[in-house]
């Protein structure tokens, strides 16, 4: 065995990949916290294989949280006492689901350590103004993927609130020195309109700025009925990351290896949305 | 229901009890990964009937801990790539067991929020240098009880290492406004020897601050097998609790209601440390 010098823990500078993986793939939306072990498993073994050297994993809650989240109306900030063992219930499933996806991280022998959002993030009206970030930094640097996920928060003015895993990606992607982004989503990427419900929906393939800006337009986020906001507000979250000239792909991490081709940076089915 | 007004998630001034529970109680030794799930249980229920305003509990890492932080050599630092995943094998070792914990207060309904240590603090050479607090601070305020636990965390110096329940309860106790701390373990409280080998050995049921010192330096911390100092590792660690004039109780939450009535304010078998 070959004895480096422990500095190497320190060496990677490599920009990142930030990797969001959506609650609708990793758990079964049709019934209250139901994972899908399977799927877990696989996109596991894709992220090892793919071997990035600089990754950031953020992950949804699915069935996890939503359900969780509208009950005790966490969202909305605290009103009302009977809502108090709501956080809590809530925030727990939520790292019940961090854990059967460590675990499979572990098996696979990825290198992941999960950050709990909560422990970390401070939001104000439900916008993140304080990200306290040593861990982050230290785990990448050490060559570590930290893993992040879709929380209850506490907020400066709403007592609590739920922090979608879009905002986390947005944030990250501000902090560091960001290669590019992946979405993975239980559809084939961005359409205009729900492909759930829509036959006829029509994907885009590749999105400039000012297109994506026209389609967060005309998606209709009343419809949505996810607490974090939908597709429309996914839109939201990733215009300024766009805006930065950082490239993004959104793919379907439903379909076996392409998680791991996105990973590897080859051609993917999916929406490839960049500034220009 | 009465609806009460958002401000009330914030009233909480009380002064804090400091609860640390030993890994060596809500875990069998004998075994790696093994949880004493029933003792988990009363443990919680314990919690919740003595309805303690202002309370932070840590918990060690028993058999969920010491077993891969012996194998990877994590309190060492990092000198060597096989070690790599053994930080996170026993820092998400540590995330099930404290998962264990959760489940329980959660069927009880504690308002807990689990706090991950690793996310928050960051030691040099072992020592915690950095302790971002915000989501502590914002949890007490507003009634809920955070819990924290020994853990795998990244070093300045060392590039990682591991950090015990009983240094994170000393840095608690110079944070927040502190009543006492109540320190649970399996054993009666201190003795002058181990009195898991020695029948002979002595229950210390008072001691002030010269005392505990003596004691201290009696003790031969060599004979510890715990990679987090044994008993002698522990007593360094409250010093500086003691010092400040926070009296301390050390009690067996092994047997029934120990930890009620310790929370409680009242009477119960063990040593106590105090100043005077």
Same mark, same amino acid.
């Given at each position: 065995m070959h004895v480096k010098p422990m500095k190497e823990l320190r060496l990677n500078t490599a920009k990142t990949i930030i990797l969001k993986i959506g609650g609708s793939v990793i758990t079964? #939306?049709? @019934?209250?916290?139901?994972?899908r072990t399977g799927v877990i498993d696989r996109l596991a073994s894709e992220i090892k294989r793919a071997n990035v050297t600089s990754l950031v994993l953020v992950h949804g809650g699915g069935s996890f949280g939503h359900p969780l989240a509208e009950r005790y109306k966490i969202?909305?900030?605290?009103?009302?006492?009977?809502q108090k063992m709501g956080f809590c219930l809530t925030h727990h499933s939520m790292t019940i689901l961090n854990g059967l996806l460590m675990d499979a991280l572990m098996m696979h022998e990825v290198p992941a350590v999960s950050i709990t959002s909560s422990s970390v993030i401070l939001t104000e009206n439900g916008r993140i103004? #304080?990200? @306290?970030d040593t861990e982050l930094h230290r785990a990448l640097e050490a060559g570590y993927t930290p893993v992040l996920y879709g929380d209850t928060v506490f907020d400066r003015k709403l007592g609590f609130t739920i922090l979608s895993g879009d905002q986390i990606i947005a944030v990250l992607a501000s902090k560091l020195d960001t290669e590019r982004v992946i979405i993975g989503v239980d559809v084939d990427g961005l359409y205009d309109t729900d492909p759930k419900h829509d036959r006829s929906a029509k994907l885009f393939e590749h999105l400039n700025l000012t297109q994506l800006r026209n389609v967060r337009n005309k998606?209709?986020?009343?419809?949505?009925?996810?607490?974090?906001?939908?597709m429309a507000g996914k839109i939201a979250e990733i215009i300024p990351v766009i805006e930065k000239g950082i490239p993004l792909m959104m793919i379907?991490?439903?379909?076996?290896d392409s998680l791991f081709l996105a990973l590897k940076g080859e051609d993917v089915k999916g929406t490839k949305i960049e500034k220009e």
């Open positions: 079964d #939306k049709t @019934e209250e916290m139901k994972a969202k909305e900030g605290f009103r009302d006492v009977s103004i #304080k990200f @306290e998606l209709d986020a009343s419809k949505a009925k996810d607490v974090t906001g939908g379907n991490t439903m379909e076996s």
